[in-house]
């Protein structure tokens, strides 16, 4: 119900609007408010259905049907029946007495892409929440505060988005131009007025899988971007080492029926058109070791496992995860009570995206490794032209493989685990909040490793002068040079890696490939 307003082709930093509405969201508009700061607006479809959507609650509490989180208390306290003229303190107090997740705040990201997913779960027109509470939700969007969310000590929801609520109400904290305030004062600031919830607004904000779905987008596409990075820098480790292509022979890949590897082992072929290196090497070897030779079946099975999430997460983002969902019928409507809150379609996509970056990492981190042990590379010690003086890049495969230790520790799934809360009432719980906020850890893990080896395969492309690496192999080495020179001595290398991660993490490297060959196969 989303409306596609931009180019999906474009990158998320050249959008510069989203009108929420008339038609799925993408992901990349997603990102484009999460971490761009995009503008949010409404369409008319999308104002119609909220007022719609309002207008029965208020004919519900008016009638003072019996309907959960309305005229009832919370979880087991359902069984409580709560007065019409105490319809505004239930919803008050029920923020207050939810915020509670502790530990350091969320990130900037994370907290706009939680108020992002409020907007869409609630403006499907399903949760009766007024369309001034959601607008407020846009103007703290648009205006750049952002709450300040605790984010550690939630099962599946409600802790971090009733710290985020708290600020519509003109409580809590939130940050504005670089000042963390109390929230109303951000409020004012910004030239604000905080707003009175009003019946089923407090629960309708914090319930439903907003959390878990907005980390797990981040997740997916950091996941998404990594991997097309992850296929530039295997065949750039490919090209350094000696690698032979014939291991993506199309005759190969033919006789497996998995798509996702066929099409990996194209996208080696097509980086590595047209390089000195590789055709000078192709029989070099009679074949290569697995991080190499098995570059299209890993990544692929990575691939594979990403798009299945795609899917449900994308289907999470287009859905209502309230309840009680208010359903319109004819001229009335009815209050259907169930659990489309849980977050165990997403949880699991989340567990399995884990899994599959770990993969992805441990084969990045082999090929690392290989680049920078002489007795594999072929090439100088630690790629360095001194070594013994100098370590060159002894250490950045250290960091590759204590991030690796730390993502195998964080792929264990989450959502295999539950307990008890709320006196047993809710006697399970899905532990999707924590399964995706560890494939969004993991997702940026990667991101580095992928990092240090795209910086120890082009340091060890420069040994190979005067053979010319691949056009596109050629136009990111020079991409990376313009931030980190060619190393011929120890030096800082942190701030090389940086210069990396962050050109990676924004796509500029799987950017200048596609501009060269077309959309990488995913």
Known sequence: MFHMSNDTRL?????????????????????????????????????????????????FLQENRLIYGVTTGFGDNVSKVISPEDATTLQHNIIRSHAVSVGEPLETEVVRAIQLMMLLNLGQGYSGVRLEVLQLIADLLNQEITPYAPGEGSVAYLAPEAHMTLVLIGEGKAWYQGELLAGEAALHRAGLQPVSLGCKEGLALINGTTSVTAMAALALYNAIQVTKTADLAGAMSLEALKGTIKACDPRLHSVKKHKEQASTARNIVSILEGSEIAEKYIDHRLQDALSLRCIPQLHGACKKTLKDARETIEHEMDSTGDNPIIFPQGDDGVALMGGNFDGTFVGISADAMSIALANLAKMSERRIDRLVNHHHSELPSFLVANPGLNSGYMIPQYTAAGLLGEIKVLSHPSTVDSMSTSANQEDLVSLAYYAAKKAYQISKKVEYIVAIELMTAAQALDFHKPLKPSPITSAVCQKIRSKVPTVEADRYFYTDIESIHDQLHHGEFVRIVEEKIGDLCF
């Open 11 to 59: 990158h998320p930093s050249e959008l510069t609007e989203v009108i929420l509405g008339d038609g799925p969201i993408s992901l990349e508009e997603f990102l484009a408010v999460a971490r761009y700061k995009a503008k949010v607006s409404f369409s008319q479809s999308y104002r119609e259905r909220v007022r719609a959507s309002r207008s029965l609650i208020e004919t």
